[in-house]
């Protein structure tokens, strides 16, 4: 314990804190006994100017039923059509979710925005946020000496034209990030993407925990800078080393993946992701805590982690 505590007091030194929740996504007050719901959003240039570059990449639930012995990803369709709350510069209307970031302005406030339309929709309030610089983990993934990640379909990348192959093999940060991020020629297209990109954070989780690198003081600092210049997070005001400590006992292998029920659909000549049934009750479940039953009730939307 005295060591974990030391290894969450150099984290909550190095990562960057903000108000990235929007008064509306955010719970009133933390129990971290209790059940816990965060929201993790990810893109390649969270930082850049670029507008182009002002469109968030990933939309995670992470939901931690009482006792925090597992947690639940649930993955959000980027092209999921929702109402996106007015905002300053933005007059509000219909959407696609992932546009919510672009239209708040990236970063920070695009984040908030982001929160408040998801809150919006599931009705869920969230205990804390971070927001994740992909493109800065690709250190990270370099310095645990790159990860597993089993690939099903041939698949060529729009990005950098590389070709993955299937089986499963040892990709380095890059090549990691790379295959994570492609969805057109899957079968499954973004759905597909949605579930790579939790088996990427599965294999980090089982990387980490295989390397030495808490015994081994340089690249221990080496991967906390890494890490640290690639997130920022909200903790709704509790300390962050008392949050790693809740969930220290985290195994990898107690991830979960799940899917909202939904369905690809044209409007107007545009592809969204429109609900199925209003997400098939997963946001209820989240916010009563019967994750687990809905899982086990709706196995076509749980993922193979």
């Not at 369709?77 to 209307?93: E, H, M, Q, S």
């Not at 969230?126 to 370099?142: C, E």
């Not at 990030?177 to 079968?187: A, E, H, K, M, T």
């Not at 799940?258 to 997400?279: A, F, K, M, N």
Request: neutral net charge.
């Amino acid at each position: 314990m005295v060591g974990l505590r030391a290894l969450a007091e150099r984290y909550d030194r190095a990562v960057v804190k903000e108000q990235l929740l929007d008064a509306s996504a955010r719970r009133k007050r933390t129990d971290l006994d209790g059940p816990l719901n965060y929201l993790l959003v990810g893109t390649d240039r969270w930082r850049s100017s670029s507008v182009a570059d002002r469109r968030s990449d990933t939309i995670l639930i992470v939901h931690v039923p009482e006792g925090g012995r597992e947690a639940y990803l649930v993955s959000v369709p980027r092209d999921l059509l929702v109402a996106i709350p007015a905002t300053a510069g933005y007059g509000g209307g219909q959407d696609k979710i992932n546009s919510a970031y672009e239209h708040g302005g990236g970063g920070l406030p695009g984040t908030r925005l982001l929160s408040a339309t998801l809150a919006r929709l599931t009705g869920i309030r969230f205990d804390g946020a971070a927001l994740i610089d992909f493109s800065g983990f690709r250190r990270v993934i370099d310095l645990l000496g790159g990860v597993r990640m089993c690939v099903d379909t041939e698949v060529r990348s729009i990005h950098t034209d590389r070709v993955f192959t299937p089986g499963c093999q040892q990709m380095d940060g890059g090549t990691a990030l790379d295959f994570v991020r492609q969805r057109y020629d899957l079968p499954n297209g973004d759905y597909d993407r949605q579930t790579h990109q939790q088996q990427l954070l599965r294999a980090l989780l089982d990387r980490a925990g295989e390397t030495s690198v808490r015994t081994n003081p340089v690249k221990l600092d080496q991967v906390i800078r890494a890490v640290g210049g690639s997130l920022t997070v909200d903790t709704n005001g509790v300390p962050l080393e008392d949050l790693v400590i809740a969930l220290g006992d985290l195994p990898a292998d107690a991830l979960r993946g799940l899917q909202v029920p939904s369905r690809p659909e044209t409007i107007g000549q545009v592809s969204y992701v429109v609900l199925d049934d209003g997400g098939g009750g997963l946001f209820e479940a989240v916010r009563t805590t019967r994750v687990s039953e809905w899982a086990r009730a709706n196995p076509r939307w749980v993922t193979r982690l």
